[in-house]
C-alpha cells in the first residue's frame, strides 16, 4: 500500500462533503490559509476562500490548510502583506 499525501484541494473537497451533509456553509465563507513546503526555498504561502485556494497552484509537498476564525486587524494586514490576502 503506497502512502499519499493530502493536498490542500483534497482536504478543502473533504471538508465540503461533510459540510453538505450537515447543510452547513462554514466552508464556503470561511477565510482559509493554504502553506506548501513550509521552511523551504519553494515554500507557497495563500490565503482566500475555499473556491481561490482550489483553484491556487500549490505544487510542493507537505502541505498544510489553516481555516480562520475571526481575525484581528492585525492578523489581516499580516494575511495581506504574506499571504495575498484581499478582502
Known amino acids: 500500500e503506497q502512502k499519499k499525501l ?3 484541494k483534497e482536504a478543502i473537497e473533504v471538508l465540503e462533503k461533510i459540510e453538505e451533509k450537515r447543510k452547513d456553509s462554514l466552508v464556503k465563507k470561511a477565510l ?3 502553506i506548501a513546503a513550509a521552511g523551504s526555498s519553494k515554500m507557497q504561502l495563500k490565503a482566500g476562500t475555499a ?3 482550489k483553484a491556487f497552484g ?3 509537498f507537505p502541505q498544510s490548510l489553516i481555516v480562520c476564525g475571526n481575525l484581528s486587524e492585525k492578523e489581516k494586514e ?3 502583506a504574506l ?4 478582502e
Open 6 to 8: 493530502l493536498s490542500i
Open 32 to 34: 482559509m490559509v493554504g
Open 51 to 53: 473556491k481561490q485556494l
Open 58 to 60: 500549490f505544487h510542493e
Open 78 to 80: 499580516a494575511l495581506k
Open 83 to 86: 499571504a495575498g490576502f484581499k
